[in-house]
């Protein structure tokens, strides 16, 4: 038996839920219905009076979760796409993650954020908006990439005391499997090595991951040995972890599926310029999504986003550099 991605985010809701009387879920058609894409399914049912329906008001939502954590209370607010938060900005932004810096009071929301792309999803529905979250103090942004991580990261996010957006992808939805949820967790802030290698760093996150490791077995059999990072989380960023990888192979390639201006992609390679220079043999590169609207077409959504056709592309170049 196998559970999938989106099984393991409603799995680690139900365990939040179980474990902690504080803890409710709020969203727009999260209750009976079971939200858009079915992460709370039979949820509402389990757990009554706890997974609540709210207007169509992302603003309203997360001012409400807010005031429900600055009482005791942790909420997670499930945003229906992660396009829309943008209307909550204020509230995320300026309320939540500034709100230990002015009360000495926490205030342990969780955002759960639908990200990403898929085909025909257009360009209010597939944006990637986590280097946004990461820009101010305060928040705590998450990228979880695996089955693993988004149940025990989801959990996480939950239990500390700071607010959390947690960017779960749409396209690993059912496209990810794993056998079981897992025993032991890596914590927040702390990058992994998904392969290891000795020519080339590929630093990613997200649905990307999944890209890159594509990249890395295909070049496998050219004699490369590239070496795959996880972030996993990119506020906090685990630069550690990140220069000790650059230490190894002396190239450094960052893929993203967000827009390429001032994105996280933008960060690691800063950070990298600045601490490990001298231990770069070639300039870093960075392949992200076109710097445009998301368009709606499947063939120029694919055209659009990073693939492993692009990343390839983009990896053999700087070895030869």
């Known amino acids: 038996m196998s559970i999938t991605y989106l099984e393991a985010i409603r799995e680690a809701q139900a365990r939040a839920l179980k474990e902690d009387d504080r803890v409710f879920i709020y969203g727009q058609d999260v209750g009976a219905f079971g939200g858009a894409f ?22 309203a939502m997360v001012g409400t979760a807010i005031g429900a954590a600055i009482e005791g209370m942790r909420p997670i607010v499930e945003m229906q796409f992660a396009d829309f938060s943008s209307v909550a900005l204020n509230q995320i ?31 209010f529905h597939s944006q990637s908006m986590e280097a ?34 947690y960017c779960e992808h749409k396209y690993l939805y059912y496209h990810l499997k794993a056998d079981k949820l897992p025993a032991d967790r890596l914590p927040i802030g702390q990058a992994r090595v998904a392969r290891a290698g000795r020519d080339l760093s590929i630093v990613t996150y997200s649905a990307m991951l999944h890209d890159s490791l594509a990249v890395a077995e295909e070049m496998a059999a050219e004699g490369y040995e590239i070496e795959v990072i996880d972030l996993r989380s990119v506020k906090p960023l685990d630069t550690d972890t990140v220069l000790a990888s650059v230490a190894r192979t002396g190239r450094l390639l960052c893929v993203g599926e967000s827009f390429p201006w001032g994105g996280v992609t933008a960060e690691v390679i800063a950070r990298v310029a ?23 077409h499947p063939n120029l959504w694919s055209a659009h986003r990073p693939n492993s056709k692009s990343i390839g ?9």
């Open 38 to 59: 079915k992460a709370t399914k039979g949820l509402a049912k389990e757990f009554p009076g706890r997974v609540l329906d709210t207007p169509i008001s992302e603003d």
């Open 93 to 123: 932004l300026n309320n939540a993650g500034t709100h230990y810096w002015r009360t000495n009071i926490p205030c342990p929301i969780t955002v759960r954020l639908p990200s990403g792309g898929t085909k025909g999803s257009g360009p």
């Open 132 to 165: 946004l979250y990461a820009h101010y103090p305060g928040l705590v942004v998450v990228t979880p990439a695996t089955v693993e991580d988004a149940y025990t990261m989801l959990l996480d996010a939950v239990a500390i005391d700071d607010p959390v957006v």
């Open 274 to 296: 600045a601490e490990g220079f001298h231990l770069l043999d070639a300039a870093p590169r960075r392949v992200n999504a076109k710097d445009t609207p998301i368009p709606y």
């Open 313 to 321: 592309a983009a990896a053999r170049q700087l070895l030869r550099e």
